[in-house]
């Protein structure tokens, strides 16, 4: 098949692009309860490592992967791998759609919420718990607002990588951190919000003993940064061909990073501020992702002066983490489309269709995206460690002396090695833990299927999707008509 390559515009834009693939919603809602948890400043450290020791090695295999092969999911790991492994690439792909049925909903939530911040929906007195009940139990609403954020994804989508997605992030990555630093700003100009302060950035050393809290934070990073999704692979297949691979890289994970960190200056000031004690506002984060952000935040919005305007900042950044996220996980499916032969634009209605349609059983149900949340972000693990398998295969060294070092600023030593060697261990570690306390909830039930957080959901759901795609390999193998090999598509 032969088609003009879509390329990004410049490296600026491929960088913002990249930071809004990996500041989402987990950077302001799940990092500052993480954070406020596992006593703030020891829970920065451990974050800082797990990103060094995960998310670092796994964004720079990606991009290499994703610059050499110029294809998506299943081509890259057919060509790069060998044919037999096409299905690892296909799992990769369904992962990452799995996760954007559902996303579509969050992000619907946040637009919603940012419409009834603008009309002033937002006044004393405001029942929260309320608001929020009506939000997730209208199904009629729940799948219009749906509707409405996969049309919004799916226009920016139809008009391209130059068009669409490079053209939005250079609007919405600047307006998202501009939002939540006058969000914190505000925040802590609250009495009591120095509080927060003091307890996100001064670490209890004796906490970096708690194993919970390494385990919170290699998992807050193998979610935040995206890192193992598939998404920078693909949108690296629109890079030059001397693109700068470990600079990039250490780019998007720092600027992750600092998207977590500004989250949390948003956030924690504001609950500590607002919390008669340090206990109580500890309590509060304890809340879970949604229970923050649309109940105890929106009430905090309703009962202070300029909390309308305030609220309506948050959310359009809330929106906008959502949305720029949301982008390229579709853009993963649809870059497996094109290398099938489809156009761009009809490989986007198709796909667009197919996020509303699966999206419906979550608009309706959050015990449904709760479930589904549960299993493909711990299948997020299982892809991160195809990855590694990838470079394994190739050769670790080889990757790194090849495919990493000859374009960039930046030399990656023989810690990468190191790291991606590792891989194995950490997943167990990690995979492990997410068992062992979903054993833990559910003692006498645990194999039930039909738990919302059950090990044996995970078994089902990921045995029938692996199998599926297993015995669909050879056909997978042709169903993609590119052929790739370093770097010039054939």
């Not at 995960?54 to 044919?83: C, H, N, Q, Y």
């Not at 500890?282 to 300029?306: A, D, H, P, Q, R």
Request: net charge positive; aromatic share 16%.
């Amino acid at each position: 098949m032969n088609e003009e390559r879509e390329q990004w515009g410049s490296r600026l834009g491929f960088i913002l692009a990249s930071l809004g693939m990996a500041v989402g919603t987990g950077n302001i809602w799940r990092f500052p309860r993480m954070a406020g948890l596992h006593d703030g400043g020891s829970f920065l450290i451990a974050y800082l490592v797990a990103n060094l020791m995960w998310a670092l090695p796994l964004m720079m295999t990606e991009i290499a992967i994703g610059k050499r092969m110029r294809m998506g999911t299943v081509g890259s790991f057919r060509d790069f791998v060998g044919k037999k492994f096409a299905w690892f690439g296909a799992w990769a792909a369904f992962v990452c759609a799995a996760i954007t049925f559902y996303y579509a909903v969050v992000f619907s939530w946040a637009l919603k919420y940012f419409f009834m911040a603008v009309i002033g929906t937002f006044k004393p007195g405001l029942d929260s718990q309320a608001l929020w009940d009506s939000t997730i139990n209208n199904p009629v609403q729940g799948i219009l607002w749906d509707f409405i954020a996969v049309v919004i994804a799916g226009i920016i989508i139809y008009k391209g990588v130059q068009g669409g997605l490079e053209k939005t992030n250079k609007i919405m990555i600047p307006t998202l951190f501009i939002s939540l630093i006058i969000t914190g700003i505000w925040a802590l100009s609250k009495p009591g919000a120095v509080l927060g302060l003091k307890y996100l950035f001064v670490p209890k050393w004796a906490s970096l003993a708690t194993p919970a809290l390494w385990l919170n934070a290699f998992a807050q990073a193998s979610w935040s940064t995206g890192a193992g999704w598939g998404e920078m692979l693909t949108y690296a297949v629109y890079t030059k061909e001397n693109e700068d691979v470990a600079a990039n890289s250490h780019m998007v994970i720092f600027g992750d990073m600092l998207g977590a960190m500004t989250g949390a200056l948003a956030v924690l000031p504001l609950v500590f501020a607002f919390s008669p004690s340090e206990a109580a506002a500890v309590e509060t984060l304890k809340s879970g992702n949604y229970g923050l952000t649309f109940i105890y935040l929106t009430k905090f919005f309703s009962n202070t002066t300029g909390g309308a305007l305030i609220a309506s900042l948050f959310f359009l950044a809330l929106s906008f983490a959502a949305l720029s996220s949301l982008l390229p996980q579709t853009e993963v499916i649809v870059r497996n489309y094109i290398d099938a032969g489809y156009d761009r634009k009809k490989a986007t209605i198709l796909v667009s269709i197919a996020v509303f349609i699966f999206g419906v059983p979550s608009a309706v149900s959050i015990k449904f995206l709760n479930n589904q949340d549960w299993v493909w972000g711990v299948a997020l693990l299982v892809s991160g460690v195809m990855f590694a398998f990838a470079v394994y295969k190739f050769g670790v060294d080889r990757v790194r002396t090849e495919l990493i070092n000859p374009d960039s600023d930046i030399v990656v030593g023989k810690s990468y090695n190191i790291r991606i060697t590792l891989f194995p261990v950490l997943f167990a570690v990690l995979f492990g833990w997410w068992i062992w306390q979903s054993i833990t909830w559910h003692p006498s039930d645990w194999w039930n299927p039909f738990l919302e957080d059950s090990v044996g959901t995970i078994v089902v759901q990921f045995a029938i999707a692996g199998l599926a795609f297993y015995l669909m390999n050879d056909k997978l193998a042709k169903w993609i008509k590119l052929k790739s090999y370093n770097g010039e598509m054939k």
